[in-house]
Structure formats: structure tokens, C-alpha cells
């Protein structure tokens, strides 16, 4: 059974650090794109960042760019989204997605579009609250 689980979210102040890891099972992970996103309730599902499959191309949108890092480690079949400076507009659900088509998110540098990611995980709450 394909399965991605998110975990690393948690309660932050402003101005912190978190280490977000999305965890593949049931399939091979370095095959897939994989994207982040988060989303507030009643608002639209925002992408956040994506990584190829090869991990070469990466995108972000400009409302994290500089601040979060996203990577890749194939062997372990984990993506991860590191987040520095906080701020409390981040705070959402954040998501990881798959995507089988690997031309996604190549060479792009732009944010990942949800339509084109195919597996979803079930979220992991990030809060940014002094």
C-alpha cells in the first residue's frame, strides 16, 4: 500500500526552526517529485516547495523562499522541509505529496501546482505562536 507520513510539526515561537520529514512506504520514493504544501482552514491549499526526482530542481513560493530548504535522501526514502525563521503566517497543515511524472518540478524553480502530484500524506500541524 503506497503511504507517505508527514511528521516534525509542532508548536514554534516566531523567529524559530523546524524539521519537517515526509516518510515513503509501499513504494520507492526517489522515483516520485515530491512537493509541500500547507493549508489554513478556509483558505485554498498553497504550494509551498518541490524537489525532483534526482533532487536537482528544486522550487519554492515567494512567501518562503530563503527561509525553508527543501532536500532529499533516496536511500532512506525521505524528502524533508527545513524551516528557519518562522513566522506566524506559517502556521498551517502541512502536506507532502507524490507525483509520478518526473518531469514535474524539473528545472521549474517555481512552487508545486497540486493537480500534478498524485499520492497525498495526511498532514502535520505547524503552529507559529509566541
Known amino acids: 500500500q503506497l503511504q507517505l507520513v508527514e511528521s516534525g510539526g509542532g508548536l514554534v515561537q516566531p523567529g524559530g526552526s523546524l524539521r519537517l520529514s515526509c516518510a515513503a512506504s509501499?513504494?520507492?520514493?526517489?522515483?516520485?517529485?515530491v512537493g509541500w504544501f500547507r493549508q489554513v482552514p478556509g483558505k485554498q491549499r498553497e504550494g509551498v516547495s518541490c524537489?525532483?526526482?534526482?533532487?536537482?530542481?528544486?522550487g519554492y513560493s515567494d512567501s518562503v523562499k530563503g527561509r525553508f530548504t527543501i532536500s532529499r535522501d533516496n536511500p532512506k526514502n525521505m524528502v524533508y522541509l527545513q524551516m528557519n525563521s518562522l513566522k506566524l503566517d506559517d502556521t498551517a497543515v502541512y502536506y507532502c505529496a507524490a507525483a509520478r511524472t518526473q518531469t514535474v518540478c524539473v528545472q521549474t524553480h517555481s512552487p508545486p501546482i497540486s493537480g500534478e502530484y498524485d499520492y497525498w500524506g495526511q498532514g502535520t500541524q505547524v503552529t507559529v505562536s509566541s
Open positions: 509501499g513504494f520507492a520514493l526517489g522515483n516520485y517529485a
Open positions: 524537489i525532483s526526482w534526482s533532487g536537482f530542481s528544486t
